[in-house]
């Protein structure tokens, strides 16, 4: 298969799955979709931003090849070379009804939030295993990182803090999907409420074309006073020097046995930071089809 044909045949599995799965339902709410037509982006296993993310994050931040390579071994087949290794990733954005319920709160999340970090998550790591499955019913040998007990796990790291062994928003960064916010969500073109996945695969694939700066999509480093997900943060987790992850993540802890009894889910995420702000829904440095930017700078909103 030509890789174009690859690209497009993934994209259309992707979005028939988004779009057709019971699964992406508030089945325990009103049965609407959980995510909206997700958006999908490819980047080469040899691409040099994965050496860089080893720097960045750190030398536990697995490359598609070293993943691969375990796979491979597990299955008893030689590793492919660097070049034939690709990755799928994808955005899930989270539902029009689910982020206008969610910006309307303020100190803790909405129901339809807090299902959508429930039951979403649980379709999410589905959606990847449906991708696995089909790339192998095609010969290919395919695995989701965050699917696998052997390579996959949240750490704290003494230089970066939080972490994980493969960060889901810096393989979207990799793949040319957004770039990073004052609050570390990922600004796509359709915002910064959503979930992500991937899929590493054996088969080549290019890169896209990427910002050069990391910050391109936020207006706060674009020289814009924004700072509304600080305003949005019941933590006081965000300021003008970036995200606290210790702040934020004590702090939906703290809040998950309140979270059980109203809405009678586990996993818990707060999310306020992704609603109600400029980057909700798209990307606000980027110019829309009119010429004007897609959303006016927390400046000019007062
Ligand atoms: C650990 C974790 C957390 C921790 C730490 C988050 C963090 N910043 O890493 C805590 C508990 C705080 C957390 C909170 C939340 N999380 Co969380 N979490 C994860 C998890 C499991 C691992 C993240 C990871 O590996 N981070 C790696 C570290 C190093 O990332 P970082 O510190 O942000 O990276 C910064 C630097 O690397 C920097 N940088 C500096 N120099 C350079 C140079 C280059 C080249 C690059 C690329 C970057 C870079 O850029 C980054 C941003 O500043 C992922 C799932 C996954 N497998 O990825 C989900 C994930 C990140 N979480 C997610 C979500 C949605 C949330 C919550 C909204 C909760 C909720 N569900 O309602 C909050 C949001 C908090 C916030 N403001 O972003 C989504 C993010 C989607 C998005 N919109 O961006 C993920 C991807 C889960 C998913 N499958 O979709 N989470
Ligand atoms: S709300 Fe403003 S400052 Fe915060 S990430 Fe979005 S654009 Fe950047
Ligand atoms: S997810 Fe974390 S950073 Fe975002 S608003 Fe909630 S506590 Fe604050």
């Known amino acids: 298969m030509l890789e174009e044909e690859f690209r497009g045949w993934i994209v259309s599995e992707i979005k028939n799955h988004v779009f057709s799965s019971p699964d992406n339902r508030l089945k325990g709410i009103d049965d609407t979709p959980i995510f909206d037509q997700p958006l999908v982006g490819f980047v080469s296993g040899a691409d040099s931003i994965f050496r860089q993310l080893k720097a960045v994050i750190g030398e536990f931040h697995l490359t598609p090849h070293e993943i691969m390579s375990r796979v491979a071994e597990r299955k008893g087949a030689d590793p492919p070379p660097v070049e034939d290794v690709g990755v799928i990733?994808?955005?899930?954005?989270?539902?029009?009804?689910?982020?206008?319920?969610?910006?309307?709160?303020?100190?803790?999340?909405?129901?339809?939030?807090?299902h959508t970090r429930c039951y979403g998550e649980i379709f999410n790591l589905g959606v990847q295993a449906h991708i696995v499955k089909i790339l192998e019913n095609e010969g290919y040998l395919a695995?989701?990182?965050?699917?696998?007990?052997?390579?996959?796990?949240?750490?704290?790291?003494?230089r970066v803090g939080l972490a994980s062994t493969w960060s889901q928003r810096h393989i979207a960064f990799a793949a040319g999907l957004g770039t990073f916010g004052l609050s570390d969500g990922l600004i796509t073109r359709k915002g910064k409420a959503h979930r992500l996945g991937s899929v590493v695969v054996g088969r080549r694939l290019s890169s896209p074309g990427r910002a050069s700066d990391i910050h391109a999509d936020?207006?706060?480093?674009?020289?814009?006073?924004?700072?509304?997900?600080?305003?949005?943060?019941?933590?006081?987790?965000?300021?003008?020097?970036?995200?606290?992850?210790?702040?934020?993540?004590?702090?939906?802890?703290?809040?998950?046995?309140?979270?059980?009894?109203?809405?009678?889910?586990?996993?818990?995420?707060?999310?306020?930071?992704?609603?109600?702000?400029?980057?909700?829904?798209?990307?606000?440095?980027?110019?829309?089809?009119?010429?004007?930017?897609?959303?006016?700078?927390?400046?000019?909103?007062?």
């Open 89 to 114: 990733s994808y955005v899930l954005p989270i539902s029009r009804m689910t982020k206008r319920e969610n910006a309307s709160m303020t100190g803790i999340p909405s129901r339809r939030w807090a």
């Open 143 to 158: 695995v989701a990182p965050q699917l696998q007990d052997d390579v996959f796990r949240v750490l704290v790291d003494d």
């Open 218 to 302: 936020c207006l706060f480093f674009q020289g814009k006073r924004c700072m509304e997900c600080a305003r949005r943060c019941p933590a006081g987790a965000i300021t003008e020097r970036g995200h606290d992850k210790e702040m934020c993540g004590n702090h939906f802890h703290g809040k998950k046995l309140i979270m059980k009894e109203l809405y009678g889910v586990e996993p818990y995420g707060c999310g306020l930071c992704q609603t109600g702000v400029p980057c909700e829904s798209r990307s606000p440095t980027r110019r829309s089809a009119e010429g004007k930017k897609a959303f006016p700078t927390s400046q000019a909103r007062r």
